[in-house]
Each structure stands twice: as structure tokens, then as C-alpha cells.
């Protein structure tokens, strides 16, 4: 089993900044792309960057600029730096990493369970 657990997510001022990590665990081989994404209340799920084990990245375009996504490969964590925060990036925050199997040497992605981001104006 894979266990994704994320923190740093709060309240926080608009203008403000967070920094998210997320540390994944358990049995794999190795861990390919690693990302974040948001859900906010009524919408859906949405990319917000990701990060593969090269260190290539991806933003959401309407993020890009404020955003930073990092990771260490050696603990097997990545992190999203985020500034310049605004109300409209309140949401759930989830980590998500596609993992190779030690068992099966399948690829498979798995979800952590999300924190919260606030962001009062």
C-alpha cells in the first residue's frame, strides 16, 4: 500500500503565502510524476501543477507566477510553494503521485486525502 499524507494547509490573508508538502510512503518501486491538485465547493477537481521524477514541470496556466512545485526524490515528498494567494484559490488541496509497484511493477496512481487552503480577503 502507498499513503500520500499532506500538510501546510491553513487560513491565510490574501496576498499571503503557503507552502504545501506531501510525503509519500509505503511499499513502491518508485515514484514517476508527482503533483497537486484543488477542488473547490461545487467544481470540479482541477490540475494545479505537477512535477516528474526529472524534475520536468507542468502549471495550470492560470496559476503560473504564483506557483512553485518542488520535490525531493530521496525522501520522496514533493512540495507547492504558493504566493500572492487570493480568495479564489480557496479549496481542497490533494497530492497525487503515480507509483510503480514493488509487487506487480504496475503503474498506479494514488490520492492523498486533501488539505484544506483558506484564503480570507
Known amino acids: 500500500q502507498v499513503q500520500l499524507v499532506e500538510s501546510g494547509g491553513g487560513l491565510v490573508e490574501a496576498g499571503g503565502s503557503l507552502r504545501l508538502s506531501c510525503a509519500a510512503s509505503?511499499?513502491?518501486?518508485?515514484?514517476?510524476?508527482m503533483g497537486w491538485y484543488r477542488q473547490a465547493p461545487g467544481k470540479e477537481r482541477e490540475l494545479v501543477a505537477s512535477?516528474?521524477?526529472?524534475?520536468?514541470?507542468n502549471y495550470a496556466d492560470s496559476l503560473n507566477g504564483r506557483l512553485t512545485i518542488s520535490r525531493n526524490s530521496a525522501k520522496n515528498t514533493v512540495y507547492l510553494q504558493m504566493n500572492s494567494l487570493k480568495s479564489e484559490d480557496t479549496a481542497v488541496y490533494y497530492c497525487?503521485?503515480?507509483?510503480?509497484?514493488?509487487?506487480?511493477?504496475?503503474?498506479?496512481?494514488?490520492w492523498g486525502r486533501g488539505t484544506q487552503v483558506t484564503v480570507s480577503s
Open positions: 497525487n503521485a503515480h507509483v510503480l509497484s514493488r509487487s506487480t511493477y504496475r503503474w498506479n496512481d494514488y
Open positions: 509505503g511499499s513502491f518501486a518508485s515514484a514517476n510524476t
Open positions: 512535477i516528474t521524477s526529472g524534475g520536468s514541470t
